[in-house]
């Protein structure tokens, strides 16, 4: 799907947010997952395979710091990781600062000798397979099993993730524990019997709702003037057209 949409939006320069949309319906939930999922039959079967707790019970079970930082998979002390790896990589190295240059200034870069087009692809490409980890991450670790729907728009909430974190890796994790919170406190919530007289379609709605917030509040001038976009985002570009 990443490639699909590399493609198109750096070859034939089509937009990326219609390109975008365009494959969401075409592999989500109304598209070609629904279809292999309930021909597969595999909301009828968990998954043979799931990511767990890899720690000793003893750390795992330890007063407080336990559960929140011992019980968890491999796949979030990989993200705690990936977080680090990838700051780095954009800061401390020649291809993620020519990359930071070519969303920037693609003529500019262009100029220095970098090959724009092979910078957007490769890294489109990797930003694909981050997200398909994600997307597995509620099949295999979250709630091992497949479900139509599963994921239940979440992947929205990341587009609102990168905007809260002004495109910086060490932001976007503490963003996503903020919406995380706000994901996990209706069952918290339910499980403690507090506030019943609520309904529960109203605590689902919060993860959504400060997701809105957020982008209101960081879309001020102020805002978008020290920590804003790279300047050449989602701008197509052609050598000739400098």
């Known amino acids: 799907m990443a490639l699909i949409h590399a493609f198109l939006v750096i070859t034939m320069r089509a937009n ?38 890899v ?10 710091v336990g559960p929140v930082l011992f019980d968890q998979s491999v796949l979030v002390y990989a993200s705690w990781i990936c977080v680090i790896l990838i ?15 070519v969303g ?7 100029a220095m000798g970098i090959n724009v087009a ?6 489109t490409l990797v930003g694909g397979a ?9 099949s295999l670790a979250i709630t091992p099993q497949w479900v139509d729907g599963l994921t239940a728009g979440a992947g929205w909430i990341a587009i609102a993730l990168v905007i809260f974190a002004f495109w910086r890796p060490g932001l976007c994790l503490v963003g996503a524990y903020f919406f995380g919170a706000f994901s996990g406190i209706p ?22 709702v400060m ?31 400098r």
């Open 104 to 110: 920037e200034s693609p003529a500019a870069a262009d």
């Open 87 to 101: 700051g780095l990589y954009l800061t401390r190295t020649r291809a993620g600062l020519n990359l930071r240059a």
């Open 55 to 64: 720690l000793p019970d003893s750390w795992r079970h330890a007063r407080v």
């Open 16 to 53: 990326q947010i219609v390109s975008g949309l365009a494959l969401t319906l075409f592999a989500g939930a109304v598209g070609l997952s629904s279809y292999l999922g309930n021909d597969l039959n595999l909301a009828d079967q968990p998954a043979r395979h799931a990511f767990s707790s």
């Open 130 to 138: 981050f997200a398909g980890i994600g997307g597995a991450c509620f």
């Open 187 to 208: 069952f918290t919530f339910q499980a403690r019997g507090i506030l019943t007289g609520i309904p529960p379609e109203l605590f689902q709605a919060l993860p959504y």
């Open 118 to 123: 092979r910078y957007r692809y490769a890294h």
């Open 211 to 241: 997701t809105i917030i957020v982008l209101v509040l960081v879309s001020t001038a102020f805002a978008r003037r020290r920590l804003g976009a790279p300047a050449a985002l989602g701008r197509p570009y052609v050598r000739e057209e």
